[in-house]
């Protein structure tokens, strides 16, 4: 009876609901793995370079501040404020976008939300995904569509990296010999229309990178975390051993 | 040294005049004799208190930096995360500390269930038991919006749009509560009141009435034998051991085992996968963007899934037939005209209600009658005996049959409701409500085993 219960109570389903509807990626059958190395911090410089050249001109990350990035990042404030600082803000500040929210919608018709915490909010795999999967689709308004989130509102920015995509077309001839609309995307693949400045596995390092990056945007504490959580456990297992013993001690003359 | 010990014992004495200090001690620590049998289920009194100290302790830091605004309460979580010293750990031992309050407690009042603890003559510590578990479930519930991301809100408004469902005083009672016709800033700052000083201020006094009413009884044990029936001669408990040292250094071994598992959550996996923090808390509310599924937490979806499964087919197909059943059965077996009687206008009236309440309501009466079952069970079970030790079959297989509905309640709570999933939830429901309905039968017909005199132990 008793095993029972607890085998009951032990089945609590925990696994399956692992980041439910945040794996999802569009039109994708699933997001691409994507390796998370907090500790490698060349890589993350990588991403916070790409990160304040591309994407804060629209993106806010404006819960981090410059300094703190710096710190952790092993970036020296000089160097940050000639680099990585375009906004004209001080070191202390928050990361804010430069672009006003009504020119953003004037522009984009979305305004372009705030990344800080968008890894944890989506995933650091749909990120990366998405970030490598834009392709050329003329009838949308900026010329671009993305096979992770349809019809989204932001061009390709790295379109000069990567080079241009399109939807891979159906080598064999389409069915009923009905032509297949170009744009659309026929199957989950893109393939290269034109060629950019780097090679695929260029390019999906740097996107690594800049996931990577993003990450730790989401949560600059991990950093230390995981560090401080070992601490805790071993102090925890040696004073567990402690009590355990103190409490055989006095437990000795209970019959 | 016998100066030190002859000036602490004066200062002792001086105080004792003064003040209950030594009697306090001696009556409900080190001459307060619990069962010397205790076994794993009872860690999780001691373990509730813990949690609740560090809750205290934690919110009282994040207070000091939290801002209560619509405009301002999302930064400034994050503002905690980054800025503040040791902030994400306050936050994480605060978050993590909410879910396990719940698991700690689920745990305490399985342990009731196993060794009858809420029987004669501990009925009024269950009930107030009970009523400290709706208090958590409020200050749960408050807290969550707090933090303002997008799950908070939209959580928000549809738990509270639930009042709406009353017959005339609903949509005034829901806008009462919100103070404003949605969740909005109004609704922020009286949760934030409420949450962090009027239910705390609530939970203590129910908590500190909990350890009284438990030490005027004194425990139950896995045996459910009262150990106050066998005394030597000065009146202690042969069965009984002085609550100080034994278990004092007993609890601080288990308080230490459950740190570890609190450490391992709160440092490395403080979301737990979405199921601690959800990844639509991780934006900030958004009147516009609603969650693709608006679900509580895991520690109240075991009632949401009761609310969900109460559909209009329900209503029909499965509690009709429920209540006529049951009032059958009343009258069948209670020969009491007067109670036939009522029994029968009882159920004559739910059934009119049926036909021509809306189920919506219906939902809303089940998730309240699923938390106020629990304050009849003390008079539900007619057992002759408590332990789960030494009852027959029958409650053996109604309580793994209520523990496995209650688990898959839970789980279905935190998937969308379709075909096959809102069948179980349904099936579930009616488990969870026969376990109570049908408790003074299966507990009076079930075969139990004789009750030793003294306390197994070893
Ligand atoms: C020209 C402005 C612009 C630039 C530059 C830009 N984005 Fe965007 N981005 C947008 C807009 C606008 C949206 C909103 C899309 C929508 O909702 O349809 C968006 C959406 C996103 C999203 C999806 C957010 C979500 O969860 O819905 C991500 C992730 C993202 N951008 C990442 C980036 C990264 C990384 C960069 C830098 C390489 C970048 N963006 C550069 C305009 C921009
Ligand atoms: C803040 C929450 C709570 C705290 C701090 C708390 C504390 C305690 C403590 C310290 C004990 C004695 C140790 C033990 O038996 O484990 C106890 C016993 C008990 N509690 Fe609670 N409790 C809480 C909530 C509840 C709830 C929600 C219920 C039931 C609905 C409940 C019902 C009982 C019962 C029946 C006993 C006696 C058990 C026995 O003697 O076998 N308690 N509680």
Known sequence: MRTLLLLVLMGLPLGGHAAEGHNECGQLAKCDPVKIDLRDQPSLQRGARTFVNYCLPCHGASYMRYNRMGQDLGIPEDLLKEDMIFTGDKVGDLMKTAMRKEDAKEWLKTAPPDLTLVTRWRSPEWVYTYLRNFYRDDKSASGWNNLVFPNVAMPHVLYEWQGELRPAQPTAQAQDGKPVEKTAPTSERLEVAKPGAKTAAEFDRDMRDLTNFLVYL???????RYRIGVYVLIFLAVFLVFAYLLKKEYWKDVH | MNTKAGAWRRLLGWVDDRYPLSETWEAHLSKYYAPKNFNFWYYFGSLALVVLVLQILTGIFLTMHY????????????????????????RYLHSTGASLFFVVVYLHMFRAFLYGSHRNPRELLWIIGVVIFIALMAEAFMGYLLPWGNMSYWGAQVIISLF???????PGLAEWIRGDFVVADATLNRFFALHVVAVPLVLIMLVFIHIVALHKVGSNNPDGIEIKKKKDARGIPLDGIPFHPYYTVKDIVGTTVFLIVFTV???????LWGWFLEHDNFIPANILQTPQEIKPLWYFTPFYSILRATTSD???WGLTPLVIVMAALIIFSVKRARTRLVTSAIAALLLIGFYFIEAKVWGVVLMGLALGAFFLVPWLDRSPVKSIRYRGWMYKTALTFFTIAFIVLGYLGTKPPSGLYSLLAKIGLVIYFLFFLLMPWYTTFDKTKPVPERVTWK
Do not use: N, Q
Not at chain 1, 218 to 223: I, N, S, T
Not at chain 2, 69 to 74: E, V
Not at chain 2, 265 to 271: D, K, L, N, S, V
């Open chain 1, 218 to 224: 989401g949560e600059p504490a991990k950093l230390d």
């Open chain 2, 164 to 170: 709406d469902a009353i017959p005339v005083v609903g």
């Open chain 2, 67 to 90: 801002k209560p605004d619509t405009g301002l309460a999302f930064a400034s979580v994050e503002y905690i995360m980054r800025d503040v010293d040791w902030g994400w750990l306050i």
């Open chain 2, 265 to 271: 959550i709160a440092f490395f996996i403080p979301e």
């Open chain 2, 314 to 316: 329900m209503v029909a």
